[in-house]
């Protein structure tokens, strides 16, 4: 499992650079001009973890397999959108396929950038973004709460629990509050994930500066910093141009070229850190001599389920898990030294996956 992120953002703020330093692609043409991203671009990258190339040389493994994050370079948005402006009813479509929302924000000045408003406020930017997406779930719940009226008539209990939870969506929307603010308790959880509401997703303010200020960031990032924390979201500052300049070298040209900058790792390690952390997510590996890899489950995952993002048919036939723990494999030189060391476990249906694990599944077919 990995997660997918869309890229958003108002025209000219460094979105498609981004995209294209992230996925090491030109594929998202990026142009001083609104609206140069038409069609939403996809893109999919490695997730960067030293720890699996460590595995893999223990295990002395011929293949390396990293987990992998999507991203998704969406268009340019504008006031009006969630009324059709600009490109708005695509820009919407596309971002509630996504589990995350990756809000870019200019926090830099370049009088050679045009910005859509004529000035730079990364705030107001990210109140422009959060407003359309909020009127755009108001008009959806509208429209659903009125085919919902018959079900609720008839007693149907999913349309009555739906109609509740819209309704409590509509009362923090109309009190200027986006849909993650409701309080919602574990049994309605699974409905309210349906409602597939633009202002649920989670939410990553990535601040983009000048390549002088990547590593400290500046004022106007700051700002970002203290809306983020306010609202329990979390913000990240990068340098798109930094990030393209970097897409472009090889590992060790890149070390370099960092260490001049200043910076200890590149932005898409801490683009991925913060999207791991928002999402509550974790990696846990497989390593043999063929190859070693990694996969991404969500924190608190039981070993049957976590088993079941290599093949559904090890979730459904699970019998166990042979677990050790990543220090305890480095340590002790891979799993034959583990399992002499007393540090393979053996664990059921109930284990709950702990970060880092190096897993082995039992199965019946």
Excluded at 122 to 150: C, N, W
Excluded at 179 to 196: F, I, N, Y
Excluded at 242 to 263: C, K, P, T, V, Y
Aim: contains cysteine.
């Amino acid at each position: 499992m990995g997660f997918k992120t869309g890229i958003v953002g108002l025209p000219n703020v460094g979105k498609s650079t981004l995209f294209n330093a992230l996925t090491r692609t030109a594929a998202a043409q990026a142009a001083n001009f609104p609206f140069c991203t038409i069609e939403p671009n996809v893109g999919e990258v490695a997730v960067p973890d030293t720890r699996l190339a460590t595995l893999a040389e223990i295990a002395t493994s011929k293949q390396v397999i990293p987990a992998r994050m999507t991203f998704v370079d969406i268009a340019g948005l504008v006031k009006g959108a969630s009324k059709g402006e600009g490109l708005g009813n695509q820009f919407l479509a596309n971002i509630r396929e996504c589990d995350a929302i990756a809000h870019v924000l200019r926090c830099f000045e370049d009088p050679d950038v045009t910005h859509v408003d004529g000035r730079v406020d990364p705030l107001a930017d990210a109140e422009t973004i959060e407003t359309e997406l909020m009127l755009a779930d108001m008009e959806s719940i509208e429209k659903r709460m009125q085919g919902l009226v018959r079900k609720v008539r008839g007693g149907d209990k999913e349309a009555v629990q739906q109609e509740r939870l819209l309704k409590d969506a509509m009362a923090a929307l109309e009190a200027g509050q986006p849909a993650r603010t409701v309080d919602v308790s574990g049994e309605d959880m699974k409905a309210w994930k349906s409602l597939q509401l633009l202002t649920q997703k989670p939410v990553l303010y990535v601040c983009n500066v000048d390549e002088s200020e990547a590593a400290e960031g500046n004022a106007l990032s700051a700002k970002v910093a203290e809306k983020a924390a306010a609202e329990g979201a979390v913000s990240v500052v990068i340098s798109a141009r930094i990030e393209e300049e970097i897409s472009q070298l090889d590992d060790e040209e890149a070390a370099m070229f960092l260490e001049e900058m200043g910076l200890e790792e590149a932005g898409l390690s801490r683009v991925i850190r913060a999207g791991y952390e928002l999402l509550g997510l974790q990696t846990y590996f497989t390593v043999g001599p063929k190859e070693a890899r990694a996969w991404t489950i969500r924190k608190g995952t039981l070993a049957p389920q976590a088993a079941g993002v290599i093949h559904g048919d090890f979730e459904r036939g699970f019998i166990r898990a042979e677990t050790i723990a990543y220090d305890d494999y480095v340590t002790l030189k891979g799993e034959q030294g583990a399992k002499d060391g007393g540090k393979m476990r053996v664990e059921g249906k109930s284990y709950e996956v702990k970060d880092g694990d190096v897993l082995h599944f039992l199965f019946n077919a």
